[in-house]
C-alpha cells in the first residue's frame, strides 16, 4: 500500500492529534503518502483532503481537539454518500483509511469496506470509554482528570459554604467518567446509567454525613444516568440540604492529553499504519494492558460495554 487517509470523526477527544500524527509519522516511516481529510466523512464526500508531511504534524502532541476537525455527516449513512466518498479516494489513488472515532465512525468505516473494499483501519478515540472490545479508548485519560480538576475546585468552595454540589459529567450512556472521577474525587456519592437511581439511597447517605457532622458533599451525576433537574429536586426534597449544580460540559472534550493519552495515541496510531502496510482492513485496534489488539470491527462493535460493578461497589465503601 503506497498512499492512505487519515480521518477524525464525530465528537472531539483529547489525543486524536497525537493519533495523527503518529498515523503521519508512521507513514512516513514506512515510506506510505498520507492524505489528510478535513471534517470526518463530511470532507470525504467533498474530497476536501490534502498532503500531510511530517512537518504538517509537528508541535501537536500535545494540542487537544483534531486539527483535522470533525463533522457529523448523515450522508455517509447512505451507500450514495459512500459512493461518493469511495470516489474521492479512487481519484487519488488512496488504497486505505484510517477513521479515529467512536461506534457510529466505526459502523461507517464497516459500511465503507463492506460495500466498496476501501481498506479501513478504526482507532478508538472518544472521552466515554465505551467500546467494549477495548480497555481504553483515546480521550479518557484527559476527561477523568478534567473532570477531577473541577471536583477539587468545588470541594473547596462547597466546604467553605457548607453546601452539597451535584457535579454532571459526560459519558452519554456510560458512567465510567462519573465512576472514575468519583470514587477519585472522593465523592460521596456517584449516580451512573448502569444502575438505576434510587433518591431514598442518596438520601439517606448525604443524612448518615450530616448526622456524623459533614457539612458539604460531591454528588456525581452521569448525565445518561438522570436529568440533572430530577437530581436536586428529589434530593433537595429528601434532606433539606443547601444545594448547588455544575454541568462540566463540552470542558472535559478540550484541554492538552494526558501522558497516558499520548502514548495510548501514539501505540494505537503505528498499529493502524501496519496493518494498512499489511493491506489489512475492516479492522480495530485497541488495548488490553500493555498490549495493543486488533480484531474485525463488527466483532469489536459486539462487545458489550463492560462496567466495573467491583469499583463501583468500592468507591460507595469508601464515600463516607
Do not use: W
Not at 470541594?155 to 452539597?164: A, F, G, I, K, N
Not at 492529553?257 to 485497541?286: C, F, H, W, Y
Request: glycine share 12%; proline share 2%.
Amino acid at each position: 500500500m503506497k498512499r492512505i487517509a487519515v480521518l477524525t470523526s464525530g465528537g472531539d477527544a483529547p489525543g486524536m492529534n497525537a493519533a495523527i500524527r503518529a498515523v503521519v509519522r508512521a507513514a512516513s516511516y514506512y515510506n506510505i503518502e498520507v492524505y489528510g481529510v478535513e471534517r470526518g466523512y463530511m470532507g470525504l464526500i467533498e474530497g476536501d483532503l490534502h498532503m500531510m508531511s511530517r512537518r504538517n504534524v509537528s508541535d501537536t502532541i500535545q494540542r487537544g481537539g483534531t486539527i483535522l476537525r470533525t463533522a457529523r455527516c448523515p450522508e455517509f449513512n447512505t451507500y450514495e454518500g459512500r459512493k461518493k466518498a469511495a470516489e474521492s479516494l479512487a481519484n487519488r489513488n488512496i488504497e486505505g483509511l484510517v477513521v479515529i472515532g467512536g461506534d457510529g465512525s466505526f459502523r461507517g468505516a464497516n459500511d465503507f469496506y463492506n460495500d466498496f473494499g476501501v481498506k479501513t483501519v478504526g482507532i478508538p478515540g472518544t472521552i466515554d470509554n465505551d467500546l467494549g472490545y477495548t480497555d481504553r479508548t483515546i480521550g479518557f485519560d484527559t476527561a477523568v482528570n478534567t473532570a477531577l480538576n473541577a471536583i477539587n475546585n468545588l470541594r473547596d468552595t462547597m466546604s467553605s459554604h457548607e453546601r452539597v454540589v451535584i457535579v454532571q459529567v459526560m459519558g452519554r450512556h456510560s458512567g465510567q467518567i462519573a465512576l472514575h472521577a468519583g470514587l477519585a474525587g472522593g465523592a460521596e456519592v456517584i449516580l451512573v446509567p448502569e444502575h438505576t437511581v434510587d433518591f431514598d439511597d442518596v438520601a439517606s447517605v448525604l443524612n448518615r454525613g450530616t448526622a456524623v457532622g459533614k457539612t458539604s458533599g460531591i454528588v456525581v451525576l452521569a448525565e445518561g444516568a438522570c436529568p440533572l433537574e430530577e437530581a436536586m429536586t428529589e434530593i433537595k426534597t429528601r434532606t433539606g440540604l443547601s444545594l448547588r449544580s455544575t454541568v462540566l460540559g463540552y470542558i472535559q472534550r478540550g484541554g492538552s492529553p494526558t501522558m497516558a493519552d499520548r502514548v495510548l495515541a501514539s501505540k494505537l496510531g503505528i498499529r493502524a499504519v501496519q496493518l494498512l502496510k499489511e493491506n489489512k482492513g475492516g479492522v480495530v485496534v485497541g488495548s488490553k494492558g500493555d498490549d495493543v489488539i486488533e480484531m474485525p470491527i463488527a466483532e469489536a462493535l459486539a462487545v458489550k460495554p463492560a462496567f466495573d460493578e467491583a469499583l463501583y461497589e468500592q468507591a460507595k465503601m469508601l464515600s463516607l
